[in-house]
């Protein structure tokens, strides 16, 4: 069959693909809801070669571990089992400089937008969110190695991991059935794996902008960079003291001024939706699926414990 043939599935086939990611999307939050919940009451139980590093020490490292776990082994195997050939995905797209710094600052403007929106959510229940009381204390031994850890796990890896699993596997299998459907229900996908309501808004619209730049680049490249760079300027203005928080400003101003002179100069397409990204007959599928089910309920059991 020629690559630009139409191959035609019935709603059971549907569902049995989306069941394949599904099921380790699902593995996903198991293990992590679950790591959150029992590590500390399992601490007092380690070795006493363990014992010597903190709990949060304790909790980035097992977070790495399971991130790599997930991705290389869970998501690997479902990108042979469904035949997706994501080598396709991770070719260098042709990209300048310019559209690279233009695209990489509207992901970051988009963040900020959503995140000042969902602060509401903070009123509600100042708890909700998760605090890194660690974060740009360099006084301790203790602290620097949380320090680096952190900076291991949320600048480099989870941006590089989230890219292979939700764009580079979950929209280019949700895209077979349509493209714009991949964009929007990857990044529904993406939101409900996050730990809170506070990280879940930000996340769907990030995830849409960074599924429309896969989509337009057809490379997850890109997707990279910008989560990357999304990630080294929110950890920089947490490290960020106080007496400095001029610079925050001036940071987020020169965020803006970048997008705004993007769209001015055209520089992007500011095409958020098109025919098939809302087809119920798609979401009907996708959310009937079973595994997808348990990761909603996953979702919403995720929800409650962060406000406990």
Request: glycine share 6%.
């Amino acid at each position: 069959m020629a690559n630009t043939d139409v191959k035609v599935i019935t709603k059971k086939q549907a569902k049995k693909e989306i069941g394949v990611f599904g099921r380790a999307l699902a593995f996903y939050l198991l293990l992590f809801l679950g790591f959150q919940i029992v590590t500390p009451y399992i601490y007092p139980y380690l070795p006493s070669v363990l014992k010597q590093y903190s709990v949060t020490t304790i909790e980035l490292v097992l977070n790495i571990l399971l991130t790599i776990f997930v991705t290389a082994v869970l998501f690997r195997n479902v990108n042979y089992e469904l035949n997706l050939n994501i080598k396709d995905y991770l070719k260098k797209p042709r990209i300048d400089f310019f559209q690279m710094l233009s695209i990489t600052s509207i992901g970051i403007g988009i963040y900020f937008i959503a995140t000042g929106v969902t602060s509401i959510f903070y009123f509600i229940n100042p708890n909700n969110e998760i605090v890194n009381t660690f974060l740009g204390n360099f006084r301790t031994q203790e602290a620097i190695l949380d320090n680096i850890l952190y900076f291991c796990l949320y600048v480099i890896i989870k941006p590089i991991c989230d890219e292979y699993i939700f764009r580079g596997i979950i929209q280019r299998q949700l895209g077979h059935y349509g493209r714009y459907f991949g964009v929007l229900g990857s990044a529904f996908l993406y939101a409900i794996v996050q730990p809170n309501l506070m990280r879940a808004i930000p996340s769907f619209f990030v995830g849409w902008y960074m599924a429309l730049v896969t989509l337009r680049y057809h490379s997850i490249r890109p997707g990279f960079v910008i989560h990357v760079y999304l990630h080294l300027f929110i950890w920089l203005l947490e490290i960020i003291p106080g007496n400095y928080l001029w610079v925050v400003s001036i940071l987020i101003v020169l965020v803006y001024i970048i997008v705004a002179f993007s769209f001015f100069s055209r520089r992007v397409n500011t095409n958020l939706v098109r025919y098939g990204a809302t087809e119920w007959k798609l979401w009907k599928i996708l959310l009937t699926t079973p595994s997808i089910v348990l990761c909603i309920l996953l979702f919403i059991a995720n929800i409650i414990y962060s406000y406990l």
